[in-house]
């Protein structure tokens, strides 16, 4: 399941459901508004396998790393965050549920930082294609 954080703009949510990409978004379809950061976590625990995107940086820290859900932390600007959902969605090593959890990562037009669940290093990826 995709979940947007309430700063994602309704443009970029339009745009989403335009590309048929499934998501709900905080203080809309799930959560209240104005949730703090640790109210959003403990939301993602109790989800599903949730994908959780954001243009909040906080959300970019490897102590939030968990087997159960994903983050993703949009560095580009908000009415580009559509586009980048989609791109990272379509992305090989991250285009299934399975291959995102455990992950905290932060997404930008140069490419991907990954922290991998029990990694002791970030790694780069490139955009494919």
């Known amino acids: 399941m995709n979940i947007l954080d309430e700063n994602?703009?309704?443009?970029?949510?339009h745009l989403l459901r335009?590309?048929?990409i499934p998501f709900r978004q905080i203080a809309h379809e799930i959560g209240r508004q104005g949730m703090g950061d640790?109210?959003?976590?403990?939301l993602l625990h109790d989800?599903?396998?949730?994908t959780f995107f954001t243009l909040d940086d906080d959300?970019?820290?490897?102590?939030?790393r968990h087997a159960r859900y994903c983050l993703v932390y949009l560095n580009v600007k908000r009415?580009?965050?559509?586009?980048?959902?989609?791109?990272?969605?379509?992305h090989p090593e991250f285009d299934t549920?399975?291959?995102r959890m455990g992950t905290v990562i932060r997404v930008s037009h140069a490419?991907?930082?990954?922290?991998?669940?029990?990694?002791?290093?970030?790694?780069?990826?490139?955009?494919s294609g």
């Open 8 to 13: 994602v703009l309704a443009s970029q949510r």
């Open 18 to 20: 335009g590309w048929r």
């Open 38 to 42: 640790d109210e959003i976590i403990s």
């Open 47 to 50: 989800m599903q396998k949730p």
């Open 59 to 64: 959300f970019y820290d490897c102590r939030l």
């Open 79 to 90: 009415s580009e965050a559509a586009i980048f959902v989609r791109r990272f969605l379509r």
């Open 97 to 99: 549920q399975a291959r």
């Open 111 to 127: 490419g991907l930082w990954v922290w991998r669940l029990h990694a002791e290093e970030e790694t780069f990826i490139e955009w």
